[in-house]
């Protein structure tokens, strides 16, 4: 067996492991970078970020990763300044809409 083939099953067998333990191992298997993107791009383009995304990038901010933290607090941000946005009355034109 070559030591490229041996390579390649072993992170499929690693793989394997991770998705068939408990969620904690499963996400702690995910790479930091692919969960802040994940929570970047349901931030930016959905009302709310998933739970499941939320949890992880949770858990890899409480493992240390600045990058996760710097995203929680990011996404913390965002949605405090929607919560708190009002529609200026003098920008809504006769339909509603804002201008």
């Known amino acids: 067996m070559s030591t490229a083939f041996q390579d390649r099953a072993g992170r499929r ?24 993107g994940l929570a970047i791009n349901a931030a930016r383009t959905m009302r709310k970020v998933p739970e499941p ?3 992880a990038l949770r858990d890899h901010a409480a493992a240390g ?5 710097a995203t929680l607090e990011w996404i913390d941000l965002r949605q405090r300044r929607k919560a708190t946005a009002t529609v200026d009355p003098t920008t809504v034109d006769d339909t509603g809409d804002s201008a």
């Open 53 to 55: 995304v939320m949890t």
């Open 13 to 36: 067998q690693t793989r394997r492991d991770a998705m068939s333990g408990s969620a904690a191992s499963a996400d702690a298997a995910i790479d930091p970078a692919i969960v802040v």
């Open 65 to 69: 990763s600045g990058a996760a933290e």
